[in-house]
């Protein structure tokens, strides 16, 4: 009976010496999964500071590039209206630089075309001109058949003929034909006397002194032409 106790107790104690080392073991396997679940713990709170970090970075960043793309709309939007402006503005310079031609052209035309008062003192000038065209045609024509008659006179007296008697009197036609030249160049000494006076009103709107250098140069010559018929109308030789 007492080898039976023995054995008893001896099992009893190799029972709870291995329980005990069950419990050490479990407990140190309890510890070491708690570690383990504090550093898993630890490494995902990490993680998740990283990825939040990360993620803050991006939303951070993508502010940043929405404000530079906004800022650049916003830049390129200024452009565009201030390029509307200014196409704005030089379409309405080249309306008003196209209305102040049309306007310098109209009234360049207005000026160059005459009324119709000034278009009936044209045609007076004009129809005195022809007018006076033919007085001195005529005294042309009756100098000349003063000159045949001159001519038929001296025939007869070299060859005693009779071609004067085909004459007319001629005595006076000298005379004649003097007043109608002194009238003809009193005409156009008149007529060259008013252009002059147009031509200098007219250069005082288009500044156009040619004109009036020519009209001065027809006013002469015709006063010149006027002097010198007048000091030879008593002259009533050929």
Request: aromatic share 8%; net charge negative.
């Amino acid at each position: 009976m007492k080898s039976k106790n023995n054995y008893n107790s001896k099992k009893n104690k190799d029972h709870c010496s291995s329980s005990k080392e069950i419990r050490s073991y479990e407990k140190n396997n309890s510890s070491k999964s708690q570690n383990n679940d504090e550093v898993g713990n630890r490494k995902n709170n990490i993680n998740r500071n990283k990825q939040y970090s990360t993620n803050e970075n991006n939303i951070k960043d993508n502010l940043d590039n929405g404000k530079i793309y906004f800022e650049h709309i916003d830049e390129r939007a200024e452009e565009i209206k201030n390029d509307n402006k200014a196409e704005i503005n030089n379409d309405n310079e080249e309306e008003i630089n196209n209305d102040n031609e049309a306007e310098n052209n109209n009234s360049q035309n207005n000026a160059s075309v005459p009324n119709r008062d000034e278009l009936f003192s044209q045609l007076g000038t004009l129809n005195l001109s022809i007018d006076t065209l033919y007085i001195i045609i005529l005294a042309t024509l009756l100098n000349l058949y003063y000159l045949y008659s001159l001519r038929a006179g001296v025939s007869d007296q070299l060859f005693n003929t009779n071609e004067s008697e085909k004459f007319i009197n001629t005595k006076n036609f000298p005379r004649i034909t003097n007043a109608m030249f002194l009238y003809a160049t009193g005409i156009f000494l008149d007529i060259n006397y008013r252009g002059l006076e147009e031509a200098k009103r007219a250069s005082k709107e288009t500044n156009d002194k040619r004109a009036v250098v020519r009209a001065w140069k027809s006013f002469l010559s015709s006063l010149l032409v006027f002097i010198a018929t007048t000091i030879s109308r008593d002259n009533l030789e050929v």
